[in-house]
């Protein structure tokens, strides 16, 4: 319909409505298109480029871009919404099977009880082995005595036979899936919700360790199975998955036989390996189940593969069960239940092998989450930086975890063979001269020079007690320096390149560079984190030009949330160029901290890290006993270490000593770490960081306060006691960030001294505090500000600076409402520093 407009008005009347053409629409959703929301001077430019639009005025091109950008917010709020809606109705149907289930389990529990009181009372008081324990499993055993012997002969050549174990298998899946044969307690925190990740539930009572869970994916079953098939995929322990034969089966499914490899968690323990049957068929009313089982001897079946490196477990009756959800996704139950051989381990790693929760951690929860990531990055809901695609990102984490599993294992068919020791057993060399075998995989072969070389790796396993693994982990990746030699950094990083750096000496506490930490991609949990860390380097002599140059590592970090319950904290890292290709070769190491025991009386979560403080705690710092018995935090962690480092061979025995050397030193880093950071070193009030209690910490609170009071007139708080370090307890209390910085004119300031709530908000230590600079703390247009104030400070000693953002130590930017600097002046009313004071700042 044609524009209504009067001819006889020179200018429209910009509140009547407009109608427009379908040209005019056109031309405008193609410049919507380009821009949304273009400015005022674009507007003119589209009415005097489009004919079609000259007769329209600008106010009203700008009313039809704010309209239609509205209307693609209500679109995109409305297509939110029906999204919701598909998985509350989703949830709400998965909550009421689950509530049924639930009610069958009760009346299951009801008769057995009412069960045993009958036996009980039946009883002859005579008689003492008739406990109700031993009625019940005695009737059980001659129900499983009687059918075991009508169990036709399997074997490999009677594909019914394979088909009966199949159908068994499902059986027994779907009761555990949404029955009662297994006794299921929730975990503790996993709430079901539309963004949560399901219902999880672990076993209780029953042979082997067992998990289930059940939740919401928004992809097609189809591709549900076909994922959850490819599971070296998404399960970080699987070594190797391999299907010997499939057979079809006359109701459209599938047999497979699967022999399967898993890496072993430590260097303490033996890996497994499993043989099993995995049936694939379709329900009747729709469902796609993939259900799994070990064969052995007492279920029949072809026997598996011989294997002298591992020990073969079993896989009791598992699987998927997988149903289409109204509209679109899927509705996922997960069963994983298995038998480790728990006997076949040292006492002391028995626990790894026989917690329900660690398995649910590993494999349960591990599916549902790669299944769920997969979804989001399908749909486009997760943005990543640098360019790349969430598939080379997800690659490059698994190829960091296979690499460093690897490590840890070398086995032996991968071409691994032990170098003699030196007569410690503390640290185990490894080295590898085959490079066809890793060819394809997480190495390459530039890392074996052309005239001869290979890989070396030294390891070594170690028990802690007391030291939560995700904290231990978070302190590992924030404060690289406490533990890490530059040196060695330098050497890994130049083995990459044609002219390899000299085999280094190990320098104690030789770390001369800040790290620079530039995220890469996060799980949707944020349990996982990819990141490029950049190590800024500085040589320590005209001869070690190597270390001049910044090095970069591609670093992974997971199980960092202390309130995962089961999950291993692991700090995986490998030496990468600036600008790495996705399939740059990748030599990992690194940690892994493995929980040992369930916990029992957690610290509290926000519990910040001081390493500073609390191995210099003054002569306050004891704690009575009683306080101490208090906030016993009985853990016990094993601690997994690993470090690769290729080399030529005749610098084989000289790499050796040098990563045997540096690997002790890590050791001895590690442990002085878990001392200063076990919850039975620290105060009753957890959270906080130890108050330094040297006299010089003392005097320099005394000269921040008196030098405010001169500057400003007013005063920083009000004192509340007249002990003699009340002043240094309120400084170090205080709520918003203080930090004194060093004033020489011919060097960057840097950082002397912060106060607790400066130390959260660089995410740094005491220690690590002095190799902060000031400029790097500070964005451009902050570090603009403070050169605009600098002659105003020393010339009235104070000014008070405006909002902005700063970056932490580990790159998070951080916003504070306004600053103030001001000179702090010694007893002699000299310049001894510059002190800053955030106020309200917060993490962006």
């Known amino acids: 319909m044609a524009l209504s407009i009067h001819s006889k008005d020179k200018h429209m009347d910009s509140s009547k409505y407009v109608r427009y ?27 005097r480029e489009c004919p079609i639009l000259s007769n329209i005025e600008p106010k009203q091109i700008k009313v039809w871009f704010q309209n239609r950008r509205c209307r693609e917010k209500q679109r995109k709020e409305a297509s939110r919404l029906q999204t919701v809606n598909r998985k509350l109705s989703a949830m709400n149907k998965l909550l009421m099977e689950e509530n049924d289930r639930l009610q069958k389990q009760v009346s299951h529990l009801v008769y057995e009880n009412g069960f045993m009181r009958q036996q009980i009372q039946t009883a002859s008081a005579t008689t003492t082995d008739n406990s109700c324990e031993s009625v019940v499993m005695s009737g059980q055993h001659q129900q499983q005595q009687s059918t075991t012997p009508q169990q036709p002969q399997r074997d490999a050549n009677n594909p019914a036979g394979l088909l009966a174990i199949a159908e068994e298998t499902l059986a027994e899946f779907l009761s555990k899936a949404t029955g009662t044969a297994v006794d299921w307690v929730q975990m503790i925190g996993m709430k079901p919700g539309p963004d949560s990740i399901g219902i999880v539930a672990v076993s209780r009572n029953c042979s082997g360790v067992a998990a289930r869970a059940c939740g919401l994916v928004s992809l097609e079953p189809t591709k549900v199975a076909e994922i959850l098939k490819d599971r070296p995929s998404w399960f970080r322990d699987c070594r190797c998955l391999d299907i010997l034969s499939v057979i079809p089966t006359g109701n459209g499914g599938t047999i497979e036989l699967i022999y399967m490899q898993t890496y072993a968690p430590t260097t303490l323990a033996a ?72 006997w076949s381990v040292p006492e002391v790693l028995r626990p790894l092998y026989e917690s329900s929760k660690i398995l649910a951690q590993k494999m349960t929860m591990a599916a549902l989450r790669h299944m769920r990531q997969i979804a989001q990055e399908t749909s486009g809901e997760i943005q990543y930086g640098g360019g790349r695609q969430p598939a080379v990102l997800r690659t490059f984490s698994q190829r960091l975890c296979r690499g460093f599993n690897d490590a840890v294992n070398g086995f032996a068919d991968d071409g691994w063979s032990l170098l003699g020791s030196d007569g410690g057993d503390d640290v185990t060399i490894a080295i590898n001269s085959s490079p066809n075998k890793f060819l394809g995989s997480q190495y390459n072969a530039s890392m074996f020079p052309t005239f001869g070389g290979g890989v070396l790796c030294a390891k070594a396993s170690m028990l802690l007690q007391n030291v939560p693994p995700a904290l231990l982990v978070r302190f590992l990746r924030e404060h690289r320096s406490e533990w890490a030699d530059y040196g060695v950094d330098a050497y890994s990083a130049a083995c990459l390149k044609a002219s390899p750096y000299a085999v280094p000496c190990a320098r104690p506490g030789g770390f001369p560079s800040s790290q620079v930490i530039l995220p890469l991609a996060h799980t949707m949990e944020h349990e996982e984190f990819l990141e490029v860390v950049r190590l800024e380097g500085h040589a320590f002599s005209p001869e070690d030009v190597a270390l001049t140059r910044d090095m970069y590592l591609l670093q992974l970090c997971s199980g960092v949330d202390e309130n995962a319950v089961g999950a291993c904290a692991q700090l995986v890292f490998a030496p990468i160029d600036e600008s790495f290709a996705d399939d740059a070769p990748l030599l990992s190491s690194g940690f892994r901290v493995i929980p040992l025991d369930p916990k029992t009386d957690a610290p509290a979560t926000t519990r910040t890290l001081d390493l500073a403080s609390t191995l210099e705690v003054g002569p306050g710092g004891t704690r009575p006993a009683s306080e101490a018995d208090t906030n016993s935090y009985n853990l016990r962690s094993v601690l997994t270490i690993a470090f690769q480092f290729s080399f030529e061979n005749h610098m084989r025995d000289n790499v050796a000593a040098m990563a045997r050397q540096y690997v002790r030193g890590v050791v001895g880093s590690v442990q002085r770490v878990a001392m200063a950071i076990a919850p039975s070193r620290l105060s009753s009030n957890v959270g906080p960081k130890t108050l330094p209690g040297s006299p010089e910490a003392l005097t320099l609170a005394q000269w921040i306060c008196r030098s405010y009071r001169i500057h400003t007139g007013g005063e920083l708080f009000r004192v509340e006691s007249q002990a003699g370090d009340a002043l240094l307890k309120q400084l170090w209390h205080h709520s918003d960030a203080i930090m004194c910085c060093s004033l020489k004119t011919n060097a960057s300031p840097v950082f002397t001294f912060a106060n607790q709530a400066g130390l959260d908000m660089l995410e740094t230590t005491l220690v690590a505090l002095q190799d902060i600079m000031l400029d790097k703390i500070l964005d451009e247009a902050g570090r603009k500000i403070l050169c605009s104030e600098f002659s105003k400070i020393t010339q009235q000693g104070y000014a008070y600076l405006p909002a902005g953002i700063c970056v932490s130590s580990m790159g998070r930017p951080v916003s504070y409402e306004q600053a103030v600097a001001w000179k702090v002046l010694n007893d002699d009313d000299s310049n001894h520093c510059l002190a800053f004071m955030f106020m309200n700042w917060s993490f962006m």
């Open 21 to 47: 053409t379908p040209e005019q629409v056109e031309a405008l959703e193609r410049v919507y298109t380009e821009c949304p929301k273009p400015s005022s001077l674009r507007r003119q430019q589209l009415i």
């Open 271 to 342: 890996a497994r390996d499993f043989w099993t049957l995995r049936y694939t068929t379709t329900l009747e009313d729709g469902s796609l189940v993939i259900c799994e089982r070990s064969l052995t001897n007492s279920t029949g079946g072809p026997t598996g593969p011989p294997s002298a490196s591992f020990v073969r477990a079993e896989m009791l009756p598992s699987g998927y069960l997988i149903r289409p959800c109204e509209g679109s996704g899927s509705i996922i139950h997960i069963v994983d239940h298995v038998d480790l051989d728990v």
